[in-house]
């Protein structure tokens, strides 16, 4: 299966700010997405992010406060702009297909951890 | 809401004893996965199930799908104190986005 890392792994922010996680995949994989994890919640997805094209965003999430890059097919970012205290969350990337995945399965990053004060 | 109900939402048994947690959910799938995820890190893909498919087992793990009571269950056997974690079920339908359910938090006392 792919391996998935993600930067920075935890980051404390101040209001207003905003953050760019990383996700690095070390295989090529057809997709990648981004969900949030509010705490002691379930996982919500973001978007899927489109290697060459925009992001498709969920409902409830917009380009503006949740801008997504793939620049190619192992390496995607998320930023979380203008933060607020409510963006205080757990961000995972995951990632499925490709040369070493399922077509099925998506597999995890170990998450970013953001504290907005 | 899409997503699926998962109960226990908290579980704590002894060491060596089974866990079985239940995911309901309510659309129809084309597969169902369960993930594990330690202390709010990274969730470890466990098994998955297809449609098609009423039982599958990976070791100490065996998942049970019933489509028509739109519900699946997983069972540890033996349970040991590092299988405390969440567990989630997640299904897809129709793309591969994945509708996670709502976590049961498993606690193994030694």
């Known amino acids: 299966s792919a391996v998935i890392s993600q930067k920075p792994s935890r980051d404390i922010c101040q209001r207003g700010t905003s953050l760019t996680i990383q996700c690095q995949v070390d295989s090529q994989v057809t997709m990648m997405f981004w969900y949030r994890q509010q705490p002691g919640q379930s996982l919500t997805l973001i978007a899927t992010a489109n290697q060459g094209s925009e992001a498709t965003y969920e409902s409830g999430f917009v380009i503006d406060k949740f801008p997504i890059s793939r620049p190619n097919l192992t390496f995607s970012t998320l930023t979380v702009s203008n933060m607020s205290p409510e963006d205080s969350s757990i961000y995972l990337c995951s990632a499925q297909g490709g040369d070493r995945g399922s077509l099925d399965t998506q597999y995890f990053g170990p998450g970013t951890r953001l504290t907005v004060l | 809401s899409q997503q699926g109900e998962e109960d226990p939402q908290a579980l704590s048994i002894q060491e060596g004893e089974n866990a079985t947690m239940n995911c309901s959910y309510k659309?129809?799938?084309?597969?169902l996965q369960w993930y594990r995820q330690n202390s709010g890190r990274g969730l470890v893909h466990l098994i998955l199930i297809r449609s098609n498919e009423r039982e599958k087992h990976s070791g100490r793990l065996r998942v049970t799908l019933d489509t028509s009571k739109k519900s699946s269950s997983l069972l540890i056997t033996a349970s040991r104190a590092a299988d405390t974690a969440s567990y989630f079920c997640?299904?897809?339908?129709?793309?591969?986005?994945?509708?996670f359910g709502t976590g049961t938090r498993l606690t193994i006392i030694p």
């Open positions: 997640a299904r897809t339908f129709g793309n591969e986005k994945l509708t």
């Open positions: 659309t129809s799938i084309n597969n």
